[in-house]
Nanobody, 128 residues
Framework: QVQLVESGGELVQAGGSLRLSCVAS????????MGWYRQAPGKQRELVAG???????????SVEDRFTISREIPRDGSKITAYLQMINLLPEDTAVYYC??????????????????WGQGTQVTVFS
């Protein structure tokens, strides 16, 4: 089983930047793809970004060109850390961001189609 611990959510002014982190440990062979979904109040969960060991990054339509996902693995291979660098934040980016990890190579656009592990979520609030 994969364990996910995420951090980095904060209150930030519009136009600002944040970096979210997510550390995967445990059965990381099940964390081929890592990324984030987000959920704003009253809205469905939506894809933010994903990145797999074997493929390139993929992004949701509303964040491409502003968000960048990356990942790093130490030499001992004991964990995977994913990062989501967010710039030019907008009030509509306000949401709970959930880190995820799964065995496939991409994250589906529909969160309901995702099969894998969810993190506890971190709140990002962007004020104008």
């Amino acid at each position: 089983q994969v364990q996910l611990v995420e951090s980095g959510g904060e209150l930030v002014q519009a136009g600002g930047s944040l970096r979210l982190s997510c550390v995967a440990s445990g059965s990381i062979f099940n964390a081929n793809v890592m990324g984030w979904y987000r959920q704003a109040p009253g809205k469905q969960r939506e894809l933010v970004a994903g990145l797999s060991q074997s493929g390139g990054p993929h992004y949701g339509d509303s964040v491409e060109d502003r968000f960048t996902i990356s990942r790093e693995i130490p030499r001992d291979g004991s964990k995977i850390t994913a990062y989501l660098q967010m710039i030019n934040l907008l009030p509509e980016d306000t949401a709970v961001y959930y880190c995820v990890a799964g065995p496939r190579s991409i994250l589906p656009r529909m969160a309901s189609d995702f099969s894998g592990t969810w993190g506890q979520g971190t709140q990002v609030t962007v004020f104008s």
